[in-house]
């Protein structure tokens, strides 16, 4: 990502996120959901294990230097200009942040 636009992401999260950070967890049910979700759309250009294929690798070894908002916002606004879509529609701003976080410790399987 350039600098610049490592900024501009930065900042949009600070203004969008108006200091009340995600905290609200997503419940069992919905959790289930999103992992289907990641699993099934997201992998669709991710990789099935989610390993890069249309988009970059989401694993742990590839996200771990990125700032979690950079990648919260990646998922609800999209990458303009990228077959990266805006997620926002269907997740709200917790749910993304869920989905951030578990990508970067690792994502867990579908049960
Ligand atoms: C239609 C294809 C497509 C789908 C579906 C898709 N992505 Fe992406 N995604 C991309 C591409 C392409 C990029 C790289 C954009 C760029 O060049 O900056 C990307 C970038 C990202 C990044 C930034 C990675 C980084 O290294 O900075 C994250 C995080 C991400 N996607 C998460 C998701 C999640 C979560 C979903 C499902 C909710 C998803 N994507 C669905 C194509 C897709």
Do not use: N
């Not at 997620?87 to 579908?110: C, M």
């Amino acid at each position: 990502m350039l600098p610049s636009r490592r900024l501009a992401v930065t900042l949009l999260a600070a203004i969008l996120a108006g200091g009340a950070a995600a905290d609200t967890q997503p419940g069992a049910a919905r959790q289930r959901e999103l992992v289907r979700l990641v699993r099934q759309d997201c992998g669709s250009c991710h990789g099935l294990t989610l390993k890069g294929g249309l988009g970059p690798a989401l694993l742990p070894g590839a996200l771990r230097d990125k700032p979690l908002e950079a990648l919260r916002y990646t998922i609800l606004l999209g990458r303009p200009g990228t077959a990266m879509p805006a997620w926002k529609t269907i997740l709200s701003e917790a749910e993304a942040d869920w989905i951030a976080r578990r990508l970067v410790e690792g994502f867990p399987e579908e049960r």
